[in-house]
């Protein structure tokens, strides 16, 4: 099984504030990495499939890159309506997909 | 508008039986595999389970195979779990979701693109 890990857990940024979050897998996957926000009592929202690509009408502050094993979100210039839980999602082994542990964004 | 409604949770006895159904509207449901995701109470999310647009290949995670059954009725528009043997550690809130992809270079990047809002199933005596 594909495992995969995010850094940090949490954090507490600001509005205006550049965030970017790490996501690892326990083997090579390509650029086979999805992910996703979660707000509280909400389903997930896929926000980047493919490692990079911006799913349709996902603002533009979100961005991701990486290949191989090591991945990163960043959200450029954080909003209030960002605060969330994100999770990374390996599709590498799909159907069988694995998703990180998440990484919970909160207001400083 | 695309949307997939969910149903079916409840609270249920230790070794019971539910059965939860995804109702889908506003696309070509049966163009699209579709899987089942859970969240524990507090937990992040765990995939369940996923079924071909036609039927024609099912998965499960080693933690419900051989007590969890996935189908579909795609007449119907609608996904089902069939949950039996329930134990407290499948109490958790149940998304389906259908799965896209994106085709780079003739290989496939999956994803899911659309989820239900849930539907929560309480494993407790």
């Known amino acids: 099984d594909i495992q995969m890990t995010q850094s940090p857990s949490s954090l507490s940024a600001s509005v205006g504030d550049r965030v970017t979050i790490t996501c690892r897998a326990s083997?090579?996957?390509?650029?086979?990495l999805n992910w996703y926000q979660q707000k509280p009592g909400k389903a997930p929202k896929l926000l980047i499939y493919a490692a990079s690509s911006l799913q349709s009408g996902v603002p533009s502050r979100f961005s991701g890159s990486g290949s191989g094993t090591d991945f990163t979100l960043t959200i450029s210039s954080l909003q209030p309506e960002d605060f969330a839980t994100y999770y990374c999602q390996q599709s590498y082994s799909t159907p069988e997909v694995t998703f990180g542990p998440g990484t919970k964004v909160d207001i400083k | 508008e695309v949307q997939l409604v969910e149903s079916g949770g409840g609270l249920v006895k230790p070794g019971g039986s539910l059965r939860l159904s995804c109702a889908a509207s506003?696309?070509?449901?049966?163009?699209?595999?579709m899987n089942w995701v859970r969240q524990a109470p507090g937990k992040g999310l765990e995939w369940v389970s996923s079924?071909?647009?036609?039927?024609?290949?099912?998965y499960y995670a080693d933690s419900v195979k051989g007590r969890f059954t996935i189908s579909r009725d795609n007449a119907k528009n609608s996904l089902y779990l069939q949950m039996n043997s329930l134990r407290a550690e499948d109490t958790a809130v149940y998304y389906c979701?259908?799965?896209?992809?994106?085709?780079?270079?003739?290989?496939?990047?999956?994803?899911?693109?659309?989820w239900g809002k849930g539907t929560t199933v309480t494993v407790s005596s």
């Open positions: 506003g696309f070509t449901f049966s163009s699209y595999s």
């Open positions: 079924i071909s647009s036609s039927s024609s290949y099912i």
């Open positions: 083997q090579s996957i390509s650029s086979y």
């Open positions: 979701a259908s799965e896209s992809y994106y085709d780079s270079s003739g290989y496939h990047h999956y994803y899911m693109d659309v």
